[in-house]
Nanobody, 124 residues
Framework: QVQLVESGGGLVQAGGSLRLSCAAS????????MGWFRQAPGKEREFVAA????????SYADSVKGRFTISRDNAKNTVYLQMNSLKPEDTAVYYC?????????????????WGQGTQVTVSS
C-alpha cells in the first residue's frame, strides 16, 4: 500500500510563495510519475503539474505555467511544488498523487494513489 502525505500549505498574501512537499511510502516511488492537483470549493479537481519518473519531463496547467515548479527527489521519496507569485485564485486544497506509470499524466483518472491534501489560501 502506498501512502502519500502532503505538507507545506498555509495562508500567504498575494505575490507570496509556498513550497509543498509530498512524502511517499514504499520502495517503488522512483518508478512512477507524480502529479499535483487542486480543488477549490464548488469546483472540480483540476490538474496543476506532473513530473515523470526520472524528473526530466514535466507538464503544467496553463494557469500556473511560469509561476509553479514541480520537482522530485527519488532518494527521499518526495515530490515538491514550488509556488511563486501566488494569486487569490490559487486558493484550494492541493493533492499529490501517484501516476499509473512512468510518463507524465494530466488526467486525474490515471492516478491510483492520492494524499489527503493540504490547504493553500492566498489573501488579496
Amino acid at each position: 500500500q502506498v501512502q502519500l502525505v502532503e505538507s507545506g500549505g498555509g495562508l500567504v498574501q498575494a505575490g507570496g510563495s509556498l513550497r509543498l512537499s509530498c512524502a511517499a511510502s514504499g520502495r517503488t516511488f522512483s518508478s512512477y510519475a507524480m502529479g499535483w492537483f487542486r480543488q477549490a470549493p464548488g469546483k472540480e479537481r483540476e490538474f496543476v503539474a506532473a513530473i515523470n519518473w526520472s524528473g526530466y519531463s514535466t507538464s503544467y496547467a496553463d494557469s500556473v505555467k511560469g509561476r509553479f515548479t514541480i520537482s522530485r527527489d527519488n532518494a527521499k521519496n518526495t515530490v515538491y511544488l514550488q509556488m511563486n507569485s501566488l494569486k487569490p485564485e490559487d486558493t484550494a486544497v492541493y493533492y499529490c498523487a501517484r501516476g499509473g506509470g512512468r510518463v507524465v499524466l494530466t488526467t486525474p483518472l490515471r492516478y491510483d494513489y492520492w494524499g489527503q491534501g493540504t490547504q493553500v489560501t492566498v489573501s488579496s
